[in-house]
T-cell receptor, first 118, second 114 residues
C-alpha cells in the first residue's frame, strides 16, 4: 500500500536557481496539502487543494512560490528564484474528504524534501 | 500564533514510565488529532478524537479532550525507547468548509531513555 511519495528527498542548490518539488498523493485521496517545517517556525501550511483545485494559498510566503496540481495523482511546488531563507523541509500530505463537509479524516504525510539553498 | 500549543516543549523520561503531553487551542473544533514524527521522517497519524468525545484509547495511547477548557492530553503508558519522537496535536476547526485542513501545534519532543 503506497503512501505519499515525495521527490527528491534532498535538494541542494544555489541561490537564484529554480527548485521544483514533487508529490504523488495516495490514490483516491482528494485533498492535498503542502507544508514547510523549520525549527524557528514549526510546521506551516503553505497551500492546499481539493479535487485538484487550489482552495487556500494564503500560507504561500511570496510570489516566488507557486504550486500546481494538474491531475489527481501529481502536484508540484516551485520556488523561483530560490533564496537561502527558503531552506527547510517541505512536506506533502493527502487525505480523503468524505461525504460531509467537515468529515473526520487524518492526513497522510510523505517523508519530505530537505531543501538547502546555498 | 499556532492554534495548538503543546506543553511541555520537551520531555525526557525512562523506559517504562508514562509520558503525558498537553495541547491547548483557541477556537471551536470539529476534531483534534495527534501525530508522531520520527527524526527525518514525515508525520504519522496516531489518533483522532471528535469534539463530542471525551476520551479515546488506542493500544498504549490515551487521549482526552476537554472542549470547555479547549485542551487535550496524550498519555503514552509504559513508554519504550522506540517512542522517542516529536508529538504534535492538530485541530480541525468547526464551521465553514475545511476540506480536511488542520492547524498544527509546535510539538513536544519526547525522549525515552533505555
Amino acid at each position: 500500500d503506497a503512501g505519499v511519495i515525495q521527490s527528491p528527498r534532498h535538494e541542494v542548490t544555489e541561490m537564484g536557481q529554480e527548485v521544483t518539488l514533487r508529490c504523488k498523493p495516495i490514490s483516491g485521496h482528494n485533498s492535498l496539502f503542502w507544508y514547510r517545517q523549520t525549527m524557528m517556525r514549526g510546521l506551516e501550511l503553505l497551500i492546499y487543494f481539493n479535487n485538484n483545485v487550489p482552495i487556500d494559498d494564503s500560507g504561500m510566503p511570496e510570489d516566488r512560490f507557486s504550486a500546481k496540481m494538474p491531475n489527481a495523482s501529481f502536484s508540484t511546488l516551485k520556488i523561483q528564484p530560490s533564496e537561502p531563507r527558503d531552506s527547510a523541509v517541505y512536506f506533502c500530505a493527502s487525505s480523503h474528504r468524505g461525504q460531509t463537509v467537515n468529515s473526520n479524516q487524518p492526513q497522510h504525510f510523505g517523508d519530505g524534501t530537505r531543501l538547502s539553498i546555498l | 500564533s499556532q492554534q495548538g500549543e503543546e506543553d511541555p516543549q520537551a520531555l525526557s523520561i525512562q523506559e517504562g514510565e508514562n509520558a503525558t503531553m498537553n495541547c491547548s487551542y483557541k477556537t471551536s473544533i470539529n476534531n483534534l488529532q495527534w501525530y508522531r514524527q520520527n527524526s527525518g521522517r514525515g508525520l504519522v497519524h496516531l489518533i483522532l478524537i471528535r469534539s463530542n468525545e471525551r476520551e479515546k484509547h488506542s493500544g498504549r495511547l490515551r487521549v482526552t479532550l476537554d472542549t470547555s477548557k479547549k485542551s487535550s492530553s496524550l498519555l503514552i503508558t509504559a513508554s519504550r525507547a522506540a517512542d522517542t519522537a516529536s508529538y504534535f496535536c492538530a485541530t480541525a476547526n468547526a464551521g465553514g468548509t475545511s476540506y480536511g485542513k488542520l492547524t498544527f501545534g509546535q510539538g513536544t519532543i519526547l525522549t525515552v531513555h533505555p
